[in-house]
């Protein structure tokens, strides 16, 4: 891209702060999630360097959105403001042969536009280590179906109908207590198997 021959972008460069793909799906934002937070159920910060990592390697899904963002949430309070992301990410956790697992809330359709805000639907609950599969998936979604080149990415989930994200997401969904690994029961960013802890108080952010 031309700025990033442009006088500030290589200032920004040399001061470590010059990381690319701001402004686009794969400039993910998470609230601090269970790393700092009391209420926070997961470990948002770790799904969102995850997915952060999985997209700067995958230039050819950035490319094929023109308009969209990703939002990651620890909890329902929302700091990361993931009910108005196009992709929106919600921590939560599932129960699997009597041991937790961490999980999202996988929202679509989110936005803020002229028309005011949208929240995002729930199509689906996806345990954590399937996310990036997910995100794929969903961006495959829209690059199969949507109206046009230009068409937003939340506009897009916004007006197909939500079974059909349910539809492509749904053996990621489905789990049993053979399809899962040690690590399923690992939250990013933890050494020991999930144990969430909700306690008083507020969110550092």
Known sequence: ?????????????AAGLGAPDALTVGDVVSC?????CRLAVTQ?????????EFLSGRPDL???VPQGTI???????GCG???????????SVRKVDGRALPQYFVMVGGGA????????????????????????????LYTEQRSSADEELGAFFRRIPAVTVSDRLKDLVDLTPGDI?????VDLGESQAFEPMILDGECSA
């Open 81 to 91: 403001q993931h009910h108005i992301a196009s992709l929106g990410f919600q921590g």
């Open 1 to 13: 891209m031309l700025f990033r021959s442009e006088p500030f972008y290589q200032r920004l460069v």
């Open 32 to 36: 601090p999630g269970a790393e700092c």
């Open 113 to 140: 536009t002229e028309d005011g805000a949208h929240f995002g639907r729930v199509a689906a609950k996806v345990p954590v280590r399937r996310m990036p599969e997910a995100v794929e998936r969903l961006i495959g």
């Open 62 to 64: 950035i490319d094929a």
């Open 71 to 77: 939002r990651i949430s620890g909890c329902p309070n």
């Open 181 to 185: 690994t040690p690590d399923d029961y």
């Open 44 to 52: 948002s910060r770790g799904l969102g360097r995850l997915l952060t």
